[in-house]
């Protein structure tokens, strides 16, 4: 497949809600030409900011478009993966939200039909571009931390009245609970600094929530050679928490907030002295807001123009969601394991 130039790329959004704005709100004038939703209110809603854009309920009417190159799947976890498939099999590139899929097996279903038609699936881990962490990777990728040894993360939300009557709190449409929502993001952030995690340890449990899934998880994660990614996740946090911690012998990197209700999102740099005691610090505070829906949508751009595999894409997602179901068996949560 040739990828066409920038300026010709097309797309369509799927699941038109929070996050299918936040999507459309990043593309230029023009580049969106349907917005699809079960709804047809939300769908025209969206469509209305953009000029030119359709508004659809139905998403096999986009995929029959040939002039769209690329989707973006924004709808419950449960729709990711089967619409990806739909997509893929259609020749169009793919854009899907994290977890991508209720299970492993419906990606690596998805794998195996983009690999056939040579279309490039993102996987939608925004976080990745967030200011702060940008800045722990170029820090870490210099050198600064010296070799890494280990990870600390910490996210969580308090949850609010009627959280565990909600589409996360059904297994069928999302999967699980708390690790399968924000514990993925984690997950993610931790193999990209650590890289594979052969060795899985860790539990989830229902502490609080009157629901069939789990609102806090615990994990330890190794590496073949021993770095170590510990991870906790929790919709019992009552104030929304983001904490990731990396640590180095020369040094250490602490990430806080993700901007709003998380707290203004910072970077501090730690660095060991040669005669240790207290470290030469330095703080980047990124008070702008969250650019990362942009820059995620840039790189996607990039991935089919340059005909680049994109990071993180299915590979990863699988091994996410491989993560994720080990703990959920380790913990008596059931997996869905039925076909895509």
């Not at 977890?99 to 419906?106: D, Q």
């Not at 250490?252 to 030469?280: F, H, N, V, W």
């Not at 610090?281 to 790189?299: H, K, N, Q």
Request: aromatic share 8%; net charge negative.
């Amino acid at each position: 497949m040739t990828p066409p130039n920038p300026v010709q790329l097309h797309f369509a959004i799927i699941g038109c809600g929070l996050i299918g704005r936040k999507r459309a709100a990043s593309m230029q004038p023009g580049q969106l030409l349907y917005a699809c939703d079960l709804d047809v209110a939300r769908a025209a809603e969206l469509a209305r900011s953009h000029a030119g854009c359709r508004p659809l309920t139905d998403y096999n009417e986009v995929l029959a478009d040939p002039a769209v190159n690329a989707v973006i799947i924004s709808t419950l976890n449960g729709a990711l993966a089967p619409i990806a498939l739909a997509a893929v099999r259609a020749g169009k590139h793919v854009l899907v939200e994290k977890p991508g899929a209720l299970n492993a097996l419906h990606l690596r279903a998805v794998e195996s039909a983009a690999a056939k038609t040579a279309v490039k699936v993102r996987l939608g881990y925004n976080h990745r571009f967030h200011p702060a962490l940008q800045k722990a990777r170029e820090l870490a990728d210099s050198g600064a931390l010296g070799p890494l040894m280990f990870l600390r993360g910490r996210y969580g939300h308090g949850g609010r009245k009627g959280y565990d009557r909600e589409w996360r709190a059904d297994p069928k449409l999302s999967g699980g609970g708390e690790l399968i929502d924000q514990g993925v993001h984690l997950i993610d952030l931790a193999g990209w600094f650590l890289g594979d995690f052969p060795t899985v340890t860790g539990h989830a449990a229902t502490f609080y929530w009157d629901m069939p899934v789990d609102d806090n998880a615990f994990l330890s994660l190794r590496t073949e050679t021993g770095q170590t990614a510990w991870l906790h996740v929790s919709c019992t946090e009552w104030k929304n928490l983001f904490s990731l911690e990396i640590y180095g012998r020369d040094g250490k990197i602490a990430i806080d907030g993700l901007g709003g209700s998380y707290g203004q999102e910072r970077c501090t740099y730690y660095k060991m002295l040669p005669q240790m005691g207290p470290p030469e610090t330095t703080v980047w505070e990124f008070p702008a807001g969250d650019g990362s829906w942009a820059l995620e949508l840039a790189a996607f751009t990039d991935d089919i123009c340059t005909d680049r595999t994109p990071s993180p894409g299915l590979c990863e997602g699988i091994r996410t969601l491989e993560i994720v179901e080990a703990i959920y068996r380790a913990s008596g949560f059931p997996v869905n394991q039925a076909p895509i």
